[in-house]
């Protein structure tokens, strides 16, 4: 059973930076592409990123250059270094091992606020 678990979210504030992790158990970690996902207040699925088992990355147009996901599959972790947040930035942040939609399955989320 695939199994991820979110972390790192919080409180910050605009500019500021927080670092997600994803815990991955009950699947073939190395052999998978992952994505970070995320769920703005009342808004739909938004995809962020996407890290394939090559370590090739694919960033959406509005965070390249901000955010970094990188991966450990020694930990069978997945990471979301995200740079210089908006406002527009809070969201439920979730990894999935999905590369398109309905990009399941997915974690319960990790809360990310960015406000002053």
């Known amino acids: 059973e695939v199994q991820l678990v979110e972390s790192g979210g919080g409180l910050v504030q605009p500019g500021g930076s927080l670092r997600l992790s994803c815990a991955a158990s009950g699947f073939n970690f190395g052999d998978r592409a992952m994505s970070w996902v995320r769920q703005a207040p009342g808004k739909g699925v938004e995809w962020v990123s996407t890290i394939w088992y090559g370590f090739h990355t694919n960033y959406a147009e509005s965070m390249k250059g901000r955010f970094t996901i990188s991966r450990d599959n020694a930990k069978k972790t997945l990471y979301l270094e995200m740079n210089s947040l908006k406002v527009e930035g809070t969201a439920v942040y979730y990894c999935?091992?999905?590369?398109?939609?309905?990009?399941?399955?997915r974690g319960q989320g990790t809360q990310v606020t960015v406000s002053s």
């Open positions: 999935t091992t999905a590369t398109q939609r309905p990009w399941s399955p």
